[in-house]
């Protein structure tokens, strides 16, 4: 398969008319299949595996939201192969079970490094807490610049989408949104 992939990418580059024998080509195929392992890593990963839960009774009892914000991450658009790069800020509202906290970066991690689009991304992290801890609510707000739209077609260098997946409490009751709202400012 690896042999079959390093031949297919030298037909890109003969494509866009570079000479896939040349000093500084000859082993970026390799190199980009070993890239892709990393960037796609997250096809590798499932979120019950690295969430690990703590029943409150171990902690405190906390019915409080609780929010990581400008957790930094990259991802690669579906529809170009391009990157976006940004910002998520993922939040939960506990009801009897509280997760550790590196583990609401790393669910980013899992969901990021993968072929995707921005809303997909939110609406996983939010599902995958609602599923594996059964909170209140769970929330993913995500900011992000997307190189197919910055270094191509309409070429605006400045342009941040933002999206939310809102579950839950964040979703039915509007006071626990701005709450939500009020703590990311």
């Known amino acids: 398969m690896t042999d ?21 080509l000859i082993d970026t195929p390799g190199r980009m299949i070993k890239s892709w392992d990393e960037l796609f ?10 969430l690990t839960v703590f029943k409150e009774d171990d902690v405190i009892p906390y019915n409080q ?23 998520a800020h993922v939040a939960y509202v506990p009801k009897d ?9 790393r669910i980013i991690e899992i969901f990021s490094r993968r072929l995707q689009i921005q809303e997909r991304v939110g609406n996983q992290v939010t599902q995958s807490l609602m599923d594996v801890l059964k909170p209140q609510g769970a929330a993913c707000i995500i900011e ?7 270094s191509r077609g309409v070429g605006k260098q400045n342009s941040v989408m933002v999206t ?5 409490c964040f979703l039915s009751h509007s ?11």
Do not use: W
């Open 175 to 185: 006071e626990t949104r701005q709450e939500l709202m009020k703590l990311l400012k």
């Open 4 to 24: 079959e992939l390093k031949k297919n990418l030298r037909g890109i580059f003969e494509h866009l008319g570079e000479n896939p024998d040349r000093e500084g």
């Open 164 to 168: 939310s997946s809102l579950k839950g």
């Open 65 to 87: 939201i609780i929010l990581l914000k400008d957790i930094e991450f990259y991802s690669t658009c579906e529809h170009h192969f391009l990157p976006f790069v940004g910002k």
């Open 41 to 50: 890593s997250g096809y590798k990963q499932r979120p019950e595996d690295i």
């Open 144 to 150: 992000a610049k997307h190189f197919c739209m910055t």
């Open 97 to 105: 079970k509280v997760v550790g906290i590196s583990k609401l970066a």
